[in-house]
């Protein structure tokens, strides 16, 4: 015989001889069991655990045994309590010999506690003999338990993972979960219906919720009554505003003037538009021409542009500042950098036309070298050896 869990098996004796009570029609005469040997060989529980108010499914296996002198006309198969019809099968047609059938007897209970029922099968022989079978049930109710809970789990890509857990002993259904920001709803996610001890998750995208405190409802169906369950999370903000740096700069020197050029590197996680690279005005430095201001325009996050700038000089200024504008996040940021003349390891070009030149020099007046005379003297005597050579082969 095989019970589920939650149902009681019947005293091991009083199962392996099962009451059959056998009546002629007609005269009180009794007859043999074995002209209608009518057996309820199990029973199952569906739920195993049910609780209040839960429908209960008892499913009974009536069998007639091999060795029956004939088929059984099943009248009826009933569950009762206490001398009550609970639930009830009608006409389940003749059962021959060896034949058997499952029957589904569907109640609720409206308390908890230990459940004695009865599975009552009555029936008549072909032979006309009534037959009457009882098989006991025991049934444990539990009280209804609604627990549900919320957990919210930040994702590394702007979005979050909410987990609806059911704890209970009752089926979540029609399951919703809603994200609210202020107390307006800012996204709705559905999920399937939850067994008890299960869980489901869904997944928000919070790209414009950061940095706020999100109130996440779930709201789910239990036998017809709506219930909420909600958690508040307030969301990280794990961006890095955009930020413009000059890198990879390179400095051309000439008289008066400097040419730079270089990347500007958004260092942020975030965009940065409207970038305008100006050299500043100081003592020693002005805008130059052609391009004393350089407009970058958009740098994405962690990308960059290249500029190209000029600015004049007086004296001997070791740095050029230059002002960065940009706007990120809506507000406009402006910041300046100093530039070293000499920066990115390039060696500074010559300044033009000296007028200083001291005696020996071998420079030109144009800023032009010239080579020396001891040399200059070499080149022409090879250029007329070559020459002698080249004359005297074409002689042959």
């Known amino acids: 015989m095989t019970e589920s869990r939650g149902v009681r ?14 009546i002629l029609v007609g005269g009180p005469s009794a007859v043999s069991a074995q002209s209608g040997q009518i057996v309820v060989n199990s029973t199952t529980v569906e739920p195993s655990e049910p609780y209040v108010g839960e429908s209960v499914t008892v499913r009974a296996t009536v069998s007639n045994f091999e060795s029956s002198s004939g088929g059984v006309n099943l009248r009826e198969v009933t569950l009762r309590s206490g001398g009550s019809i609970v639930a009830e099968a009608n006409k389940l047609g003749t059962l021959g010999p060896g034949g058997s059938v499952d029957v589904p007897l569907s109640t609720t209970f409206t308390s908890p506690g230990e459940k004695q029922l009865t599975v009552h ?22 009280e209804r338990d609604v627990r549900a809970g919320l957990s919210v789990t930040e994702q590394t890509n702007d979005s979050v993972n909410v987990e609806l857990t059911n704890y209970g002993n009752t089926n979540l259904s029609g399951v919703e979960i809603v994200a609210s920001v202020n107390d307006s709803e800012v996204a709705r996610r559905y999920t399937s219906n939850l067994d008890p001890d299960t869980n489901r998750s869904v997944v928000f995208d919070t790209a414009d919720m950061s940095d706020q405190v999100v109130l996440f409802t779930a709201t789910y169906t239990v036998d017809g009554e709506t219930y909420t369950t909600s958690l508040s999370k307030e969301l990280d903000d794990d961006s890095v505003p955009g930020e413009i740096q000059l890198t990879s700069i390179e400095t051309t020197r000439s008289a008066g003037s400097v040419t730079i050029q270089g990347d500007a590197a958004n260092i942020g996680n975030t965009d940065a538009s409207s970038v305008l690279l100006t050299v500043k005005e100081t003592a020693n430095v002005s805008h130059g021409s052609p391009s004393g201001g350089y407009f970058v325009g958009r740098v994405e996050a962690s990308e960059f542009a290249t500029f190209d700038l000029t600015a004049q000089f007086s004296g001997e200024p070791t740095t050029v500042p230059i002002e960065v504008s940009y706007i990120v996040d809506g507000d406009r940021v402006t910041t300046t950098q100093e530039v070293p003349l000499d920066a990115g390891g390039t060696a500074a070009v010559a300044d033009g036309p000296q007028s200083n030149q001291g005696p020996g020099s071998n420079e030109s007046s144009s800023g032009g070298s010239q ?14 050896l070559g020459g002698v050579g080249i004359y005297r082969w074409r002689q042959h």
């Open 9 to 22: 098996p019947a005293i091991a004796g009083a199962v392996a001889l099962l009451a059959v009570t056998s």
């Open 121 to 142: 099968v009555s029936g008549r022989h072909e032979n006309g003999n009534v037959i009457n079978v009882e098989y006991p049930v025991i049934v444990e109710v539990e």
């Open 371 to 384: 080579l020396p005379v001891p040399v200059i003297g070499g080149v022409l005597v090879v250029v007329v």
